[in-house]
């Protein structure tokens, strides 16, 4: 013992705190390994999947496969009536949802009470976006397809699904209004500024990046969804490009669900070409999002 | 619990038993005063009243957050309220252009009238009346647009299009707020880009191109360095000329350089009301004594 006069209580309890911090960096490593894996675990099965729809499908992709129309040959059958059918639906249900889900938020946000009512349409609405999806084929069946006599056409499958991302993109508004800072609305209150003027010249403004972010996510569950439109009578076999919103149509999913379900292995190689444009499509629209979602922040800084 | 109001009264009563003695005379003599409720109204120079607080009593649900605050505020002057936070000065300034119309739970009585008009009449538009008091905030809070759109913003809520008049109104309230010379050619840049203390400025200058007549500042330069907060005093006294300031603050020192009159706030009280130098040299109120010789608060 050489360091005789370092006090050996105090060195004691450095000794044992150091024990106690050395145990904590551990810990720290340890999170950070399964914040690593969390990330990867995911990305990898994806990229696994991406790959393998690739290797499968990239070489069937060509002018004619994209303007053809389905055939009983597989290396004649085309995806046309189901990409246009595809971003039939998605225009539709665009303009349908987001005027309705947008102006739910806000009135939720800025006008609502905080009263019984309120409350109970709040949770409901949080609860109906996790009702299943065929359940809202089933309503969409009842409601648009036969109440409104819309049948199977390209109308009641917009609204259906329409209704069935409703949820989400009041949530998504809800959240965005929530996070523009109060003092934007206190100053422009203080000047004068009625609600509906402070709403849409600071509020909607301030909150449009969120919007259209929880709006993207939204349409493209809505792009993917199958059941709903099984259910309200959307067909496999459509032999033409819609024409009218009256229109009878079918959807990608939906034409690759009819394809995978077939004997042959030259239509799974049609299905995964097929999810490759599905892919492109929502990648391409969550792009353009994205730009404009950039373009509007970039305007307001 | 006997022992912990004593406790309590020992806390805020320091001096010594004489002047304590003294005080108390002087608090009973308040009491009965303001028992009869009389409009407090400052003394000296005579300029016309602009705003009346009548037997004011604020409400948060059960939360007595106001109680019976009468006093006068004379035109053209600057008058700071003081005192520790949650005694209840924001609330009050906030009651003279209705801000706290937005809070669910806000209740109150009695009355707040501006040259003469009740502001709280049911036949009175909000709007209107915040176009006539205007209020400047805690935090600078540009609105996330240029320069130019942040001062016109309260003229084009009224639907004023013309581009002279827009551009006379930038200019104007720009030189007013001692702006102008630091932006006038980037106009058109973003005001988030300013220094802070720019910002607060560019923030009065929004608040005077609408032309009110009363000024609400709420700690105005308690986000701001010291030379930032000068410029911003400096103004004050400027716009004073023009306008009738209300300015609250937890700067001792500002209230004694800045304002004329001096409104003392404790726990929901309008404990002492007089002009800034008599608060400041000769207080009536041991609380007050003790708050702005920082024995509390």
């Known amino acids: ?83 246009t059918g595809t971003v039939w639906i998605l225009g539709m249900t665009a303009i349908i949802s987001i005027p309705l889900g947008v102006s739910a938020g806000i009135y939720f946000e800025e006008y609502a009470d905080r009263n019984r009512l309120n409350n109970l349409l709040e949770v409901n609405i949080a609860n109906l976006a996790g009702v299943p999806s065929i359940i ?62 402070t709403i849409s010249r600071q509020v909607l403004p301030a909150s449009s990046g969120g919007i259209l972010t929880g709006t993207i996510l939204a349409l493209s569950r809505a792009v993917g969804e199958t059941a709903p439109l099984i259910v309200i009578g959307a067909l496999a076999y459509v032999p033409f490009v819609p024409q009218s919103p009256m229109d009878e149509f079918t959807v990608l999913p ?48 | 619990m006997a022992k912990e109001t004593d406790m309590m009264t020992n806390e805020f009563v320091l001096n010594p038993p004489m002047v304590n003695l003294f005080n108390k005379q002087v608090m009973n003599n308040i009491n009965t005063i303001e028992k009869q409720n009389p409009i407090i109204i400052p003394m000296h120079e005579n300029s016309p009243i602009k705003l009346i607080s009548k037997d ?7 939360n007595h957050v106001l109680k019976n605050v009468n006093l006068s505020i004379k035109s053209n002057t600057i008058t700071a309220f003081i005192g520790p936070s949650g005694c209840g000065k924001s609330t ?113 200058a929004r608040t005077l191109a609408v032309e009110p007549t009363v000024l609400l500042m709420d700690e105005p330069t308690s986000a701001l360095d010291p030379i930032a907060s000068a410029k911003i005093e400096d103004l004050m006294a400027e716009l004073k000329k023009q306008y009738t300031i209300i300015v609250v603050t937890h700067n001792m020192q500002q209230a004694s350089r800045v304002s004329d009159y001096t409104a003392f706030f404790y726990m929901g009280d309008l404990v002492e009301y007089s002009d800034t130098k008599t608060m400041f040299t000769n207080p009536a109120n041991v609380r007050t004594q003790n708050y702005i010789t920082g024995r509390f608060g």
């Open chain 2, 92 to 204: 009050f300034l906030r009651m003279f252009n209705r801000m706290n119309d937005f809070i669910d739970i806000f209740r109150k009585e009695g009355q707040i009238t501006i040259d003469g008009i009740d502001i709280y009449d049911k036949n009175i538009g909000t709007e209107e009346l915040r176009k006539h008091v205007g209020m400047v905030f805690q935090k600078p809070n540009p609105f996330p647009k240029t320069i130019y759109e942040n001062v016109v913003y309260g003229l084009r809520i009224q639907g004023i299009k013309k581009k002279s008049i827009l551009d006379e109104a930038v200019e104007r309230s720009l030189k007013q707020s001692a702006l102008w010379d630091e932006v006038k050619n980037d106009l058109k840049k973003s005001a988030l880009a300013l220094s802070g203390g720019q910002q607060q400025r560019l923030c009065i």
């Open chain 1, 1 to 83: 013992m050489n360091n005789t006069h370092i006090n050996p209580t105090i060195n004691d309890s450095f000794l044992k705190r150091n024990r106690i911090g050395k145990i904590n960096r551990v810990k720290d490593k340890l999170f950070q390994a399964v914040g690593i894996i969390a990330t990867f675990f995911g990305l990898v099965i994806l990229a696994y999947f991406v790959i393998d729809i690739f290797i499968d499908g990239i070489a069937r992709i060509n002018w004619s496969f994209l303007t053809s129309l389905p055939s009983r040959f597989a290396d004649k059958a085309g995806i046309l009536p189901a990409w």
């Open chain 1, 254 to 301: 939906m034409q690759i669900f009819n394809w995978t379900s077939r004997p042959q292995a030259d239509f799974l190689v049609n299905a995964a070409a097929a999810i490759i444009v599905l892919l492109v499509i929502t990648f391409l629209m969550n792009g353009i999002a994205i730009y404009f979602r950039n373009k509007w922040q970039k305007k307001l800084i």
């Open chain 1, 136 to 197: 809202y084929g089933l309503l969409g069946l009842e409601v648009f397809g036969r109440l409104f006599n819309l049948g199977g056409s390209l109308m009641a499958g917009a609204f259906t699904l329409a209704l069935l991302i409703l949820p989400i993109i009041i949530v998504a508004t809800r959240e965005a209004v929530k996070a523009v800072p109060n003092t934007l609305r206190e100053a422009s209150y203080g000047l004068g500024a009625t609600k509906w003027q």
């Open chain 2, 56 to 62: 004011l009593n604020v409400y948060y649900g059960d």
